[in-house]
């Protein structure tokens, strides 16, 4: 049959799913065989043949052909898993039935009344052919026995996997085929590399494609904060039903990060072979962090093998992530992290030949995958503090983060790097580490400028601030607490760095931002916490920021006599209306940019993002610590801190500042982006509207630490000002060599205690990462267009 007539007869018998009068018996396979028998079908002709029209007009009006159309394909992956395939046409069978469940599923899950239909066993529907079986045994629900094949036939002699036969009649009989011999990548755990196989690559990629589709059912439950929902598809796929759990998990991890993109460093290599593992690998690293869930189970110890601890306490009982939390060989933990940052790094690599190199796509799933590594695995997150390796991740997202700062299409990604930048910075090695001189020439649309790892951070932060777009707003809190957290650590910030610091405090303090909004004083305060810690901890080393602080003495001066009377309320509120722009972006001397890049710019027209829900304030993100003198941390109970002044309750109910959900709401609110704008302006025209009052100001000003910056000015300005009189100086290397040799030794206040905000973990950032990473895995998956147009409930897809 050639594959035209083979094409038509599959589009008549989707026509017919539809116009047949009586339902078509589930005995007929000469009609069912027609989805399957064609041998050239791609997903992308399923997708053509099976419009979504017709795939709804079925599930409405001949709901008995849909349910044997379903049941039909799994009893035909459940027989491919039990034979192993051992014949091409099988092969293909296998294939065809993936594709037309990918195509199907979404419209199943979109429909309330159809997302059961997979967990009720179908009457009769045991395992094909078993009848034999316990009667339990032969009345699993669809779903189970769907995943069961999908898994089994991962690890498929001669299908996805190199075949072990030792001679031409042995046989690999799939029941008592151990699948940890069939690892698919060396890495944690497994020794051996297997031969590349691209049609083995590309059969685990079909897998794989309907197995993220199976897990999608979340996609189309509205968000809710309650944590204990769980995916029902990926608790049975990861429970110890799954015989293959371990080594499809160790595949997974192994395949993600051994992927080299570039190959074998030949130039232009990609353009003339296809990379099917990069699809592989895409696919892989999307199952992941879909797959890693955190659940509210009472856990079973899984049998684990010798590279993953043996652990007396149980574990999560999601084994993907039981797995995950007990890697502990430093190799395969370096493995992984030089995997992560070798791709993470991979979009920065500029030759001089353009197109040269593979540029990857899926960095915002990786970015998820190592949030979830350390998360679930603190003994990861110590490893990658241990050595100057962070950088190597650290320099990555500063470059993602600075080139999306102007597009409002990818809030997302810079929303994840700041939160791994938080959970970094709550360890004190981080701040340390970014002491490391930094020189690289990673082109970045940034001044230039000679210093430290922490140079290159702040000067990040500052362009973020004063040149992204107004909806990271909510993320500044995030970023000076980033930089609060790091700030004891600094031994020496450049010139432009000290400057760039200084410019923010001269943004956040003027009046007019200062009395716009219930929380901009909090910037303030967490700027001062800064320079009182490098003061404090850190004055050897950092004449430059102490230069800088003298020579903008007057901002600190403004501040202590910051005014609080009524009229002059009201004149700052004036000015703020006449110039509604964020932060003055001219008062800082811009200088040039870096070599060869590119400026950052806003999402083309068209552009799709997915919305997301929005996140706890940084009170609910992060919980203070003490770092005691031996370096030790002590959590601090929580009371109002200085740094959180509550207005009077009544003026809070306008919610003005909804925008970062703070939880003064009920925490447990989440809102679209959409819901989110729609509140802010009728709070901004409704009565109950937030405005500042004399008491408000006082009640705050009273606590800003300038304690420690007025003495060093009083101690120090007298000084530098007699050598420019006595030496006729206007040139700065001497004043700093002055600085640089100077003490202020029993002239400081006595120095405060160290604060940290470590990130802690709760139902909002949750369901932030939910939203967030299925809203990439839906946009990310075009070619073909899983879920496009279906009726997703997560999260909307808006057009820029």
């Known amino acids: 049959m050639g594959s ?30 027609q989805f399957w028998a064609d041998t050239t079908t791609t997903v992308q002709d399923v997708f053509a043949l099976v419009p979504a ?59 309330q009344d159809w997302r059961g239909f997979f967990w ?12 034999e079986l316990d009667d339990d045994e032969g009345a699993r629900p669809l779903a189970e026995s769907l995943l069961l094949a999908i898994a089994d036939l991962l690890f498929c002699p001669d299908f996805t996997v190199h075949s072990h036969k030792r001679g031409p009649d042995s046989v690999e009989s799939m029941q008592s085929i151990d699948s940890c011999e069939y690892i698919w990548e060396a890495g944690v ?92 690998v895409e696919q892989a690293v999307q199952i992941l962090i879909v797959t890693l869930e955190h659940d509210g189970g009472i856990p079973h110890p899984p049998a684990s093998p010798s590279s993953i601890e043996e652990q007396e306490s149980t574990g999560p009982e999601n084994l993907f992530v039981n797995y995950l939390s007990r890697i502990h060989r430093e190799e395969d933990f370096d493995f992984v992290l030089k995997g992560l940052a070798r791709l993470l790094t991979n979009p920065l690599t500029q030759t001089y030949l353009p197109n040269s190199t593979k540029k990857i796509q899926f960095h915002q799933e990786l970015l998820v995958l190592f949030w979830k590594l350390c998360d679930f695995n603190k003994k990861f997150l110590f490893f990658v503090l241990k050595s100057s390796d962070v950088l190597d991740i650290l320099v990555p997202i500063l470059y993602y983060l600075n080139d999306a700062r102007a597009d409002q299409s990818r809030v997302g990604l810079m929303h994840i790097g700041v939160f791994i930048l938080l959970l970094l910075s709550g360890e004190r090695n981080f701040g340390v580490r970014l002491n490391k001189p930094y020189s690289l020439h990673v082109p970045m649309d940034i001044p230039v400028f000679t210093g430290t790892h922490a140079d290159l951070l702040i000067v990040v932060f500052h362009k973020i601030i004063t040149t992204g ?36 405090l001269e943004a956040f303090s003027t009046t007019w931002f200062l009395f716009s909004a219930a929380q901009n004083h909090h910037l303030v305060f967490f ?41 002059s309320i009201q004149k700052a509120l004036q000015r703020k209306k006449k110039s509604p722009d964020v932060i003055s972006r001219t008062s800082s001397q811009e ?55 509550h207005p009077d309750q009544s003026a809070v109910t306008g919610t003005s500042d909804t925008e970062s959900n703070s939880g003064r709401d009920s925490e447990d609110v989440f809102y679209t982006e959409a819901e989110m704008e729609r509140r802010r302006l009728s709070s901004a025209s409704s009565t109950s509207f937030w405005a500042p009052t004399p008491e408000w100001v006082l009640s705050w000003k009273c606590k800003l630490p300038l304690q420690t910056i007025m003495r060093l000015l009083q101690v120090l300005v007298p000084q530098v000002e007699k050598i420019c009189i006595d030496k006729g100086l206007t040139d700065e290397s001497e004043i700093l060599k002055f600085l640089q040799h100077g003490t202020l030794v029993g002239l400081l206040p006595v120095p405060h205690p160290i ?23 839906y946009l990310r998956n075009v070619d073909p267009p899983i879920w496009y147009d279906t009726d997703v409930r997560l999260f909307e897809i808006q057009r820029m």
């Open 189 to 280: 755990g497994f020794a051996q590399s297997p031969p590349l196989n691209y049609i083995h690559d590309l059969n685990r990629t079909e897998l794989l494609r309907l197995l993220l589709t199976c897990f999608s059912e979340a996609m189309y439950l509205p968000p809710s904060s309650d944590n204990t929902i769980l995916n029902p598809w990926v608790t049975f796929f990861c429970s110890t039903e799954n015989r293959h759990a371990l080594p499809l998990f160790t595949s997974l991890l192994n395949v993600v990060c051994a992927y080299d993109p570039v190959g074998y460093g030949i130039p232009y290599n990609h353009l003339l072979f296809s990379d099917y593992r990069e699809q592989l």
């Open 120 to 131: 009720s066993t179908v009457p009769g529907a045991g395992r094909a052919g078993t009848d």
């Open 591 to 645: 200088t040039v940019s870096m070599e060869g890049s590119h400026p950052a710019v806003p999402a083309e027209p068209g552009t799709l993002k997915a919305s997301l829900v929005a996140m706890p304030g940084i009170d609910k993100l992060t919980e203070k610590s003490q770092v005691s003198e031996d370096g030790t941390m002590v959590s601090v109970p929580k009371t109002d801190s200085p740094n959180t002044v």
């Open 53 to 111: 029209a017709e795939i709804r007009a079925v599930r409405e009006e001949s709901p008995s052909n849909l349910a044997t159309l379903c049941y039909k394909a799994v009893e035909k992956l459940v027989q491919g898993a039990e034979s192993g395939c051992p014949s091409e046409k099988e092969k293909q069978v296998v294939l065809n039935c993936c594709r037309i469940l990918t195509r199907i599923l979404p419209y199943i899950f979109e429909d």
């Open 4 to 33: 035209t007539d083979s094409k038509l007869n599959f589009r008549k018998a989707v026509i017919q799913l539809t116009t047949k009068t009586q339902p078509v018996e589930a005995t007929d396979d000469a009609f069912w065989d």
């Open 527 to 567: 700027l001062l916490e800064a320079f009182n810690n490098i003061i404090q901890y850190q004055f050897d080393g950092n004449c430059n920021l102490v230069y800088a602080i003298i020579r903008k003495r007057n901002v600190f001066h403004q501040l202590a006599n910051l005014p609080s009377d009524p009229s």
């Open 755 to 777: 604060l940290i905000r470590k990130y802690q973990a709760n139902a909002g950032t949750a369901m932030w990462f939910r939203t967030y990473m299925w809203g990439v895995v």
């Open 469 to 504: 777009h107004q909806r990271l707003q909510p993320l500044f809190d995030c970023l000076l607490t980033i930089i609060v957290n790091v700030s004891p650590y600094l031994k020496s910030l450049s010139m432009v760095a000290a400057n760039k610091l200084l410019h923010l």
